[in-house]
């Protein structure tokens, strides 16, 4: 089936302590992104992959890392979160870019303490 | 830079209603236009899309968007709802030739029996 996962779904943590949130899609997908989704501001973009290797910011990266070693994988790293990067985030990934579906994951929710 | 305004944050209707979800963009330069819809406690998922051409788009279950150029807007219409499209919708945009995507703040509809 062809799917976005992410894990973990759900992850409570400290503020400062390392931690990351990985997304895999087995489409071949050359684009994949990170999303934020908090109450009344929508989906905001964190940072987004055109290939492996490519990588570039979205609207709202400060506070979080990203790699794309990999075709298949996008991890994001929170290296010192905070309170307010408790969020619902959202992995995607399409063929291309702009003119293309996302196909979305089913969100991981952190709460950060 | 880019935004995307969505009017309403929520809209109730009734069963069999008909029904228009607003969004207007910012930037009158070529554009690229989406509609997601994110059931409960999912991921979002393309309800219809605008790249070129007829600016009458029809998408998955029943809906579909007019893309008006000169009102830099992509109204989202069904003429008759169901209980079952009690969800949230998002209006995104992507300009061409970039990666970055834009999502505006949501609109709740609530279908009521």
């Known amino acids: 089936e062809a799917q976005v996962t992410q894990n973990p779904r759900y992850l409570i943590t400290v503020t400062g302590k390392k931690l990351t949130v990985t997304c895999s899609q087995n489409m071949n997908h050359e684009y994949m992104s990170w999303y934020r989704q908090d109450p009344g501001l929508g989906l905001r973009q964190i940072y987004y992959s055109m290939n492996v290797e490519v990588t570039d910011k979205g609207d709202v990266p400060e506070g979080y890392k990203v790699s794309r070693k990999e075709k298949r994988n996008f991890p994001l790293i929170l290296e010192s979160p905070s309170p307010n990067q408790t969020s619902l985030y959202f992995c995607a990934s399409s063929f291309g870019g702009g003119d293309h579906e996302q196909y979305f994951g089913p969100g991981t929710r952190l709460t950060v303490t | 830079a880019q935004s995307v305004t969505q009017l309403d944050s929520q809209v109730p209707v009734f069963e069999e209603a008909p029904v228009e979800l607003r969004c207007n963009y910012s930037s009158s330069v070529s554009v690229y236009l989406f509609w997601y819809v994110q059931y409960p406690n999912q991921g979002l998922q393309l309800l219809l899309k605008y790249l070129s051409g007829s600016t009458l788009v029809k998408g998955i279950n029943g809906f579909e968007a007019e893309f008006n150029k000169s009102q830099t807007s992509f109204h989202l219409r069904k003429p008759s709802v169901h209980i079952s499209d009690t969800a949230e919708y998002f209006c995104?945009?992507?300009?061409?030739?970039?990666?970055?995507?834009?999502f505006g703040t949501g609109t709740r509809l609530k279908v009521l029996a």
């Open positions: 995104a945009v992507s300009d061409s030739g970039t990666y970055k995507y834009i």
